[in-house]
């Protein structure tokens, strides 16, 4: 008999899509995020900058190379920053917004816009707010419906996970975000005792999604559609896997 999934918030978990699902394309292109989707991804991840003139921008470094010097997207307008980088407004319109939406605020000026963003497309609750300062973060509780999450690493929290934990319940974080390779079962348990999501990051193979899955994680994220929808599936129906270790093409059609 196959053992029994620990407890989870959310059955199945959601999957990510990192940058977009950057092994199928460009990083936070508008592309990449519709492709993601089509592969049956039910949620994007994005990084955000805010530029000078006030727009969310969706890029990993947020730097523009001017005169031979690498500057901030806040030292530009959007128009400067050029076409190929998408605001989150062009996300919603190009993909709509039945999906779960985790946004890297890379700059925490942009927290506002990005809100203000998802509530206009009437996405607001299925946004999910990271950044490795919960305790900024905990500031924007009172004023939106969007998720708030820690992104941090074990080793980071000095006081314990357990009273990580009791901390982020008690100022209203939602999740806490961790590499893979430090989620136990044990760990997600007692971060779900206090009714708190667990969130796992840097999920690149079937295995791995398979065996967050079985600890109980809420969502995980990988740069591969393909194989974490893999690793999700169901026990009882294994996916077939190619030698690469992504799923079959058969299973895709």
Same mark, same amino acid.
């Given at each position: 008999?196959?053992?029994?999934?620990?407890?989870?918030?959310?059955?199945?978990?959601?999957?990510?899509?990192?940058?977009?699902?950057?092994?199928?394309?460009?990083?936070?292109?508008?592309?990449?995020?519709?492709?993601?989707?089509?592969?049956?991804?039910?949620?994007?991840?994005?990084?955000?900058?805010?530029?000078?003139?006030?727009?969310?921008?969706?890029?990993?470094?947020?730097?523009?190379?001017?005169?031979?010097?690498?500057?901030?997207?806040?030292?530009?307008?959007?128009?400067?920053?050029?076409?190929?980088?998408?605001?989150?407004?062009?996300?919603?319109?190009?993909?709509?917004?039945?999906?779960?939406?985790?946004?890297?605020?890379?700059?925490?000026?942009?927290?506002?816009?990005?809100?203000?963003?998802?509530?206009?497309?009437?996405?607001?609750?299925?946004?999910?707010?990271?950044?490795?300062?919960?305790?900024?973060?905990?500031?924007?509780?009172?004023?939106?419906?969007?998720?708030?999450?820690?992104?941090?690493?074990?080793?980071?929290?000095?006081?314990?996970?357990? &009273?990580? +934990? %009791? *901390?982020?319940? =008690?100022? /209203?974080? !939602?999740?806490?975000?961790?590499?893979?390779? @430090?989620?136990?079962?044990?760990?997600?348990?007692?971060?779900?005792?206090?009714?708190?999501?667990?969130?796992?990051?840097?999920?690149?193979?079937? &295995?791995? +999604? %398979? *065996?967050?899955? =079985?600890? /109980?994680? !809420?969502?995980?994220?990988?740069?591969?559609? @393909?194989?974490?929808?893999?690793?999700?599936?169901?026990?009882?129906?294994?996916?077939?896997?190619?030698?690469?270790?992504?799923?079959?093409?058969?299973?895709? +059609?």
């Amino acid at each position: 008999m196959l053992p029994q999934p620990l407890p989870s918030l959310r059955t199945p978990p959601i999957t990510f899509a990192h940058r977009g699902g950057r092994a199928h394309g460009p990083d936070n292109a508008l592309e990449t995020f519709a492709l993601a989707l089509d592969l049956g991804a039910t949620g994007l991840e994005t990084d955000v900058w805010m530029s000078r003139d006030g727009h969310p921008m969706l890029d990993h470094d947020g730097v523009v190379w001017h005169r031979g010097v690498r500057r901030p997207f806040s030292s530009f307008t959007r128009e400067r920053i050029g076409p190929d980088i998408g605001t989150l407004a062009d996300m919603y319109q190009s993909c709509g917004t039945d999906f779960e939406l985790s946004v890297d605020l890379k700059d925490p000026a942009a927290a506002d816009a990005v809100i203000e963003a998802a509530r206009s497309a009437g996405a607001e609750d299925r946004l999910w707010l990271c950044h490795a300062d919960w305790e900024l973060l905990a500031e924007l509780r009172n004023r939106t419906t969007a998720h708030i999450v820690d992104s941090t690493r074990v080793r980071r929290m000095k006081e314990g996970p357990e &009273r990580r +934990a %009791a *901390a982020m319940a =008690d100022s /209203g974080i !939602d999740a806490v975000n961790l590499p893979a390779k @430090d989620w136990t079962g044990g760990l997600a348990a007692l971060f779900h005792r206090f009714e708190r999501h667990c969130f796992g990051w840097d999920v690149q193979h079937i &295995r791995l +999604a %398979a *065996a967050l899955r =079985d600890m /109980g994680l !809420d969502g995980l994220y990988g740069d591969h559609v @393909d194989r974490l929808l893999a690793g999700v599936i169901s026990p009882s129906e294994p996916a077939e896997t190619a030698p690469d270790g992504d799923i079959c093409e058969a299973q895709l +059609a």
